[in-house]
């Protein structure tokens, strides 16, 4: 009894809490979608391209750079961080998958050179997050972090709908579609995916970059576990919101499915689970929300055949 009582009194707050962490990740999860969903691309990459976004916003801060500004170097460098897989990609031939991992290896020699040390403390020091906390006195870090992180996802999907749109846009969802047909209508199909790639873990990076402000450091091993997270949260949003609507709405259902990967996870954490038992319950809950599709489509035939056998007889 003294323990739901107490679950039930903590829900909240850790609910409010699971809802800004998950806006911040989301818009890693973005970019998880365009290189998974758009692309069909497998690119693991973003383990890595996640971490580099903290490590650059991290040193540029401590060391009394605009926090502001830190997020654009924070994108640009995740999009270098996809340049180099698309390279070794399209120009190397190295399968797309092979060519993630050794990207997301180098990187984490590169950021531990690029923050001297493998954690970088932000204390003390000017972040976006304090920054907006003074201008709206009175309100939480949470509430800071759920209207910054609102306004940023927003942006993003406007202009990723309006990009997805564009020549440019529509022949990186070609390539994705069917990459043989796209390339025999001349377009460069190496340069869509490096693009692709590029404007993918940009995202990443921007989005490393504010959860290391949030957080209050930069840590080399932040991006561990983050494509398990971007793929869980696009399946959850793909499974219970669909995709048969406009491009805008799968955007948006990304969105929503990270947040509700946060709360289910924020639940979990309140009935016991262990914080190590998390890439397990992810691996789960990834897998039901593939299976889900599949056992609706053998339950719907299942009927369809049965009346056929008999029409037969």
């Known amino acids: 009894m003294d323990f739901l009582q107490q679950f039930v009194q903590s829900l909240p707050g850790a ?14 999860t ?24 903290g490590a650059v916003t991290a040193i ?8 502001f500004f830190s997020l654009l170097a924070a994108l640009l460098a995740g999009m270098v961080c996809g340049y180099v897989t698309g390279f070794l990609h399209t120009k190397l031939e190295i ?11 180098a990187l984490y020699s590169i950021n ?8 970088t403390p932000l204390l003390g020091v000017t972040t976006i997050f304090s920054a907006i906390s003074g201008i709206l006195p009175g309100a939480s870090m949470n509430v800071v972090s759920m209207i910054i992180g609102f306004v940023f996802a927003a942006l993003v999907i406007l202009l990723l709908y309006w990009f ?8 990186i969802r070609a390539t994705g579609n069917n990459e043989y047909m796209v390339r025999a209508l001349g377009v460069n199909t190496d340069r869509m995916k490096i693009i692709g790639l590029v404007l993918s873990n940009g995202l990443v990076g921007l989005s490393g970059a504010m959860v290391a402000q949030n957080q209050g450091y930069g840590d080399v091993g ?5 494509i398990m997270i971007g793929l869980a949260s696009v399946i959850i949003g793909e499974v219970l919101m669909g995709n048969r ?13 990270s947040i509700i990967y946060r709360v289910i996870i924020a639940i979990v954490l309140q009935l016991g689970l262990k914080s190590t038992d998390l890439k397990l319950l992810t691996s789960i809950m990834v897998a039901v929300a593939l299976a889900i599709p599949v056992v609706k489509r053998k339950l719907n035939k299942k009927p369809q055949t049965v009346e056929s056998e008999g029409k037969a007889e």
């Not at 990459?45 to 971490?51: E, I, K, L, R, W």
């Not at 540029?60 to 926090?67: C, K, T, Y």
């Not at 399968?95 to 290896?105: D, F, S, V």
Request: glycine letters at 14%; aromatic letters at 10%.
């Open 95 to 105: 399968p797309g998958i092979l060519a993630g991992i050794l990207t997301m290896i």
């Open 60 to 67: 540029l801060v401590s060391h009394g750079v605009n926090p």
């Open 245 to 257: 609507f406009s491009f805008a709405y799968k955007l948006i259902s990304v969105v929503v499915g």
């Open 222 to 226: 932040m991006g561990t576990g983050t």
């Open 164 to 171: 997805f749109g564009t020549e440019m846009g529509c022949s």
């Open 30 to 53: 973005l970019g998880v979608y365009i290189t998974f969903k758009v692309l069909d691309f497998p690119d693991l990459t973003v383990d890595g391209s996640f971490a580099t976004g």
């Open 15 to 28: 609910i409010e809490g699971a809802v800004a962490q998950s806006i911040l990740w989301s818009i890693m």
């Open 112 to 119: 531990i050179r690029i923050m001297g040390q493998s954690n």
